[in-house]
């Protein structure tokens, strides 16, 4: 049985850093992608990150780049989002999915995910 479970979610000061992990069990990840959304209330889900377990590379959205990382613990089977530099439009409801490798060709898109974990609140105040 897949399952997905985010954790690291809270709040923070702006410019701040959150870690969010992707606890992750019943699928090979190197035969998967793992994506990162986040949704605010009255808006549609949109892709944040993209990690292919293939090849271990990544792909960020453009409001992302050069602040937000992705790692993988192999030891823990976890896909974890380093978010550094972080500004009150990130908050939101962040949550973690996994498809098949090829969902990594076509991020930010959200087509193709077949298991989707929980979600964990991430708000940026002060």
């Known amino acids: 049985q897949v399952q997905l479970v985010e954790s690291g979610g809270g709040l923070v000061q702006p410019g701040g850093s959150l870690r969010l992990s992707c606890a992750t069990s019943g699928f090979t990840l190197e035969h998967n992608a793992i994506g990162w959304f986040r949704q605010v209330p009255g808006k549609e889900r949109e892709g944040v990150a993209c990690?292919?377990?293939?090849?271990?590379?990544?792909k960020f959205a453009d409001s992302v780049k050069g602040r937000f990382t992705i790692s993988r613990d192999n030891a823990k089977n976890t896909v974890s989002l380093q978010m550094n530099s972080l500004k009150p439009e990130d908050t939101a409801i962040y949550y973690c999915?996994?498809?098949?490798?090829?969902?990594?060709?076509?991020?930010?898109?959200?087509?193709?995910?077949?298991?989707w974990g929980q979600g964990t609140q991430v708000t940026v105040s002060s």
């Open positions: 999915a996994t498809g098949p490798g090829w969902i990594y060709t076509i991020f930010p898109s959200l087509s193709g995910y077949e298991h």
């Open positions: 990690y292919s377990g293939s090849d271990g590379t990544s």
